[in-house]
């Protein structure tokens, strides 16, 4: 017969380790990694609005926004590794703090440049080789149910939401896809960036919706982001649905679940 002491003594043993798998379970969150949700469209194709996905916070080191405090008391960053170009990176907002998530286009001392949709890293034009269109259903999507951008409008809801898509090479031979609604918007045509020492170059892949590294912080975009600014890489994605929240069973897409960023 289990007396009351013992039972007492179990319940209490079970409190602990409850307890303290939440403590790990912090600490690994607070050190390691670090959950993101995709609010936005501006890296389609490579990741879909209510993109679920941690953040590797040590691929570049330790930084004020990749651990506490009270832990790491310094305002740059200690280097782990230099972040690579064609990185899928979380950033902090140079001005207002805001996590973004971008892929890194620019090293410090590139020069960079988009001219009529086509972009060049010193002086070279990146190769894209047409593969296709990518189309989805012009519906709200997410929790901000935020309406896609489409190569093909006007279009009505529920209709076939079209852009042109292509395979981008960045110098060194690796590949990843990127959008083109236009070749004449905002950000297709632009003067020549110089990335300063320090500093670093992003752009989404869904080209012609993203505000990013192309446009001035005074204007809404990135500008040039300090390294110490860097979260961290983001790697693969684990859970992905399109609905309003994760509870919305019938707008899951498991063909998503765990998979690489590239």
Same mark, same amino acid.
């Given at each position: @017969?289990?007396?009351?002491?013992?039972?007492?003594?179990?319940?209490?043993?079970?409190?602990?380790?409850?307890?303290?798998?939440?403590?790990?379970?912090?600490?690994?969150?607070?050190?390691?990694?670090?959950?993101?949700?995709? !609010?936005?469209?501006?890296?389609?194709?490579?990741?879909?609005?209510?993109?679920?996905?941690?953040?590797?916070?040590?691929?570049?080191?330790?930084?004020?926004?990749?651990? !506490?405090?009270?832990?790491?008391?310094?305002?740059?960053?200690?280097?782990?590794? @230099?972040?690579?170009?064609? =990185?899928?990176?979380?950033?902090?907002?140079?001005?207002?703090?805001?996590?973004? %998530?971008?892929?890194? %286009?620019?090293?410090?001392? =590139?020069?960079?440049?988009?001219?009529?949709?086509?972009?060049?890293?010193?002086?070279?034009?990146?190769?894209?080789?047409?593969?296709?269109?990518?189309?989805?259903?012009?519906?709200?999507?997410?929790?901000?149910?935020?309406?896609?951008?489409? @190569?093909?409008?006007?279009?009505?809801?529920?209709?076939?939401?079209?852009?042109?898509?292509?395979?981008?090479?960045?110098?060194?031979?690796? $590949?990843?896809?990127?959008?083109?609604?236009?070749?004449?918007?905002?950000?297709?045509?632009?003067?020549?960036?110089?990335?300063? $020492?320090?500093?670093?170059?992003?752009?989404?892949?869904?080209? =012609?919706?993203?505000?990013?590294?192309?446009?001035?912080?005074?204007?809404?975009?990135?500008?040039?982001?300090?390294?110490?600014?860097?979260?961290?890489?983001?790697?693969?994605?684990?859970?992905?649905?399109?609905?309003?929240?994760?509870?919305?069973?019938?707008?899951?897409?498991?063909?998503?679940?765990?998979?690489? %960023?590239?």
């Amino acid at each position: @017969m289990v007396t009351k002491s013992k039972a007492k003594g179990g319940f209490i043993e079970l409190v602990k380790t409850v307890v303290y798998a939440l403590l790990l379970a912090g600490v690994i969150r607070t050190l390691f990694f670090q959950p993101f949700w995709i !609010p936005s469209g501006s890296m389609m194709p490579t990741l879909l609005i209510g993109d679920f996905l941690f953040v590797n916070k040590m691929a570049y080191g330790y930084s004020r926004y990749s651990c !506490p405090f009270a832990m790491c008391p310094f305002e740059g960053r200690i280097l782990a590794r @230099m972040p690579h170009r064609g =990185d899928v990176v979380v950033f902090k907002h140079p001005t207002n703090g805001t996590d973004y %998530i971008k892929r890194l %286009i620019g090293l410090p001392g =590139d020069t960079v440049q988009v001219k009529d949709g086509v972009l060049f890293i010193n002086g070279e034009a990146l190769p894209q080789a047409p593969d296709g269109q990518f189309v989805e259903t012009y519906a709200p999507q997410g929790p901000m149910r935020s309406m896609p951008r489409c @190569m093909n409008r006007p279009v009505e809801p529920g209709g076939e939401c079209i852009t042109d898509r292509a395979i981008e090479t960045l110098p060194g031979g690796q $590949e990843h896809m990127i959008l083109n609604i236009e070749t004449d918007g905002f950000g297709d045509n632009t003067q020549v960036f110089t990335v300063p $020492e320090g500093e670093f170059f992003f752009m989404g892949d869904n080209r =012609d919706n993203s505000m990013d590294s192309r446009f001035p912080r005074s204007a809404g975009g990135v500008g040039f982001v300090p390294f110490q600014n860097l979260v961290g890489r983001a790697d693969r994605v684990i859970f992905s649905s399109a609905g309003p929240s994760m509870l919305a069973v019938w707008t899951w897409r498991p063909d998503r679940f765990f998979k690489a %960023i590239w």
